[in-house]
């Protein structure tokens, strides 16, 4: 398991020493989308920090060393796009549909 500490000094991480530690599964869609603290992991390639997933294609959702935002990364197209400032947007824009990937 990752320390906070590691987390707060090269990501975007204070949601998840509060509010989404335990991650956040979505009913409606089947899908746990925020990863609990405990399963969250840094890719090895790119050295993002995979939070969660689209539950399609491969896609996660992620946060990048030294970026604000949540990001999805498409691993096909090898591309990043930001889709939200935040978990918490993150997780009400996708109940919402305002978010899609």
Known sequence: MLSKNFLSENYDSQEYSSEY??????DQSYLQLVLPLSEIYVD???KHLVIGSAGA??????????????WAYYPNEGVFEKVAENINEL???WASGSIKV
């Open 21 to 26: 530690e335990a991650g956040y599964y979505h």
């Open 44 to 46: 090895s390639e790119h």
């Open 57 to 70: 294609d491969g896609i996660e959702f992620c946060l990048r060393q030294k970026s604000t935002g949540v």
């Open 91 to 93: 997780v009400k824009g």
